[in-house]
């Protein structure tokens, strides 16, 4: 699969297919350039999925950021 291809897919389905890479791996009973080539897609699928998760992380720390400066907004300015 073309890492374009997985850039399309959701997180959970980037995190199936790089457990099937690992299980492929795992056995080791294809040719050394079969696994290089499934080596390389899993690399590239982990490198999306660690973007994904640090844009989620900062995604919630806004909320959480956000929620917190409205909480202090109204504490302060409670009558």
Not at 1 to 6: D, I, K, L, V
Request: charged fraction near 25%.
């Amino acid at each position: 699969m073309q890492q374009e291809q997985h850039l399309t897919l959701p997180f959970e389905e980037r995190l199936a297919r790089l457990e099937e890479i690992v299980a492929l791996l795992d056995k080791s009973d294809l040719p050394l350039s079969e696994l290089l080539v499934l080596y390389e897609e899993g690399m590239d699928i982990v490198q999306q999925c660690r973007a994904f998760l640090q844009s989620a992380e900062q995604r919630i720390w806004k909320l959480q950021n956000g929620m917190l400066v409205q909480t202090t907004k109204e504490i302060l300015h409670a009558p």
